[in-house]
């Protein structure tokens, strides 16, 4: 029986209640509670480095840390050496903070920790699929001067 943890300070007490999660007062609860950590956060001044040795230390010995975000938002250092010391299982890490990843970076000696490039989910038809979009809205540009796609189109005014 899984049971999926979410942790999201921006919503509201039952914003997750039409999935099937359990919505969680604190990040201590996620990092404590969980067999997989999986980071999907955004980068900003508040997250850069949020993730490090105090939550690490919450983990239990056999969990693994996934981050699909931005390499910023975890102390690498941390990471490391909660690897190294056996702290957590593994990690999972398609994100780093010098790319391509150094050939003396300490991840790279780690035989518990995967890696794959930030695009470790494309595939030939995502990829097509992404490009198609982005010809189509420099096409709607060229001719219309606007792309109502946009994610701000409703802010400066095209849609």
């Not at 996934?66 to 690498?76: A, E, F």
């Amino acid at each position: 029986n899984t049971r999926t943890l979410v942790y999201d300070p921006y919503a509201k007490a039952g914003d997750f209640a039409t999935f099937d999660v359990m919505q969680v007062e604190t990040l201590e609860e996620v990092f404590s509670q969980s067999d997989f950590v999986l980071c999907q956060a955004r980068l900003s001044n508040e997250t850069e480095r949020f993730i490090n040795k105090r939550l690490f230390d919450l983990m239990k010995p056999t969990a693994y840390f996934i981050n699909v975000s931005r390499s910023r938002l975890v102390n690498t250092a941390d990471l490391v050496s909660a690897l190294q010391t056996g702290k957590i299982s593994g990690a999972g890490i398609d994100v780093f903070d010098s790319e391509p990843i150094a050939l003396d970076d300490p991840l790279r000696s780690l035989d518990n920790v995967t890696m794959t490039t930030h695009f470790g989910g494309d595939t030939e038809g995502t990829n097509k699929y992404s490009a198609r979009l982005c010809a189509n809205a420099v096409k709607e540009f060229i001719d219309s001067g606007k792309v109502a796609s946009a994610i701000n189109a409703r802010e400066i005014g095209w849609a």
